[in-house]
């Protein structure tokens, strides 16, 4: 779902309740500032449904550079809130960037490698994920999407 400019959620909380994560993503107005940014998805991830951040930094590699974005401390209020950053693998974005994915599991950060299938064949992705998880010094235990389904849904039902 779309996080608008004023870190509201383009969905209402009707259909949010309904949902088992609710995943959320700037798609606009990239162009603010580091401050404005910042405060736009801090807003957003202080959602009660809000469960991960995507593509955090909104880059496009070699079409468009990441959003300023205050990354740090997005990192520390996810965990404080008990929400997650995604790692997006389609090899356009690779968002997050492998210091960030350092940063995050120095903070002990949870990071969900995600293939951004837009296809089946988009789900061969994830060895470019996994890649980009592997130089910022992820193992194992820091990407949430490698527990099991039961382990899976007790962290996230922590977000709603």
């Known amino acids: 779902m779309d996080i608008l400019e004023d870190g509201s959620l383009d969905l209402p909380d009707s259909a949010l ?3 088992d994560m609710v995943v959320g993503a700037v798609h606009s107005n990239f162009n603010l500032s580091r401050a404005k940014q910042t405060e736009r998805i801090l807003r957003a991830m202080q959602h009660p449904y809000f469960t991960l951040l995507a593509h955090p930094t909104g880059r496009l590699i070699q079409r468009r550079a990441p959003y300023d974005v205050d990354m740090l401390r997005i990192i520390r209020e996810a965990k404080n809130r ?3 950053l995604e790692l997006n693998a ?11 994915c350092r940063m995050a599991k120095e903070e002990g950060m949870l990071i969900s490698i995600n293939s951004d299938a837009h296809s089946i064949y988009d789900f061969s992705n994830l060895r470019f994920g996994i890649g980009q998880a592997r130089r910022g010094w992820l193992e194992k235990h820091d990407v949430l999407n490698t527990r099991s389904l039961k382990e899976l849904r007790g962290l996230i039902s922590r977000t709603m």
């Open 17 to 19: 309740a309904q949902l």
């Open 82 to 84: 008990g929400c997650f």
């Open 90 to 100: 389609h090899p356009e974005r690779l968002d997050l960037l492998d210091t960030y």
